[in-house]
């Protein structure tokens, strides 16, 4: 089992930036792909980035890329989301998650979840 708190959300004007993270505790966390999904109002959770274990190899939704940074510190436990230059359409939940594969991703292919923070951005 791998337990997993997000912070770091909030409310941020278009353009601004935000950092989310997310801690996690019980099972190895180095042993684990990191990644982050996100829900908006009315449509379905979508994969948003990923981060490999093993070699920090990263992976992002087109809508993100260029703009969002995954990162993770093994020995602290904790994977971050940086988000900059935000827009309206950024404005969800965000779900950090683990146990899953490198790449794009569905949301059941993840086993541990978060419970989630919301980012909300103003135009």
């Known amino acids: 089992q791998v337990q997993l708190v997000e912070s770091g959300g909030g409310l941020v004007q278009t353009g601004g930036s935000l950092r989310l993270g997310c801690a996690a505790s019980g099972r190895t966390f180095s042993s684990n792909n990191m990644g982050w999904f996100r829900q908006a109002p009315g449509k379905e959770r979508e994969f948003v980035a990923a981060?490999?274990?093993?070699?920090?190899?990263?992976y992002y939704a087109d809508s993100v890329k260029g703009r969002f940074t995954i990162s993770r510190d093994n020995a602290k436990n904790t994977a971050y989301l940086q988000m900059n230059s935000l827009k309206p359409e950024d404005t969800a939940v965000y779900y950090c998650v683990a146990g899953g594969p490198l790449g794009l991703a569905r949301p059941q292919d993840y086993a541990y979840w978060g419970q989630g923070t919301q980012v909300t951005v103003s135009s």
């Open positions: 981060i490999s274990w093993i070699d920090s190899n990263r």
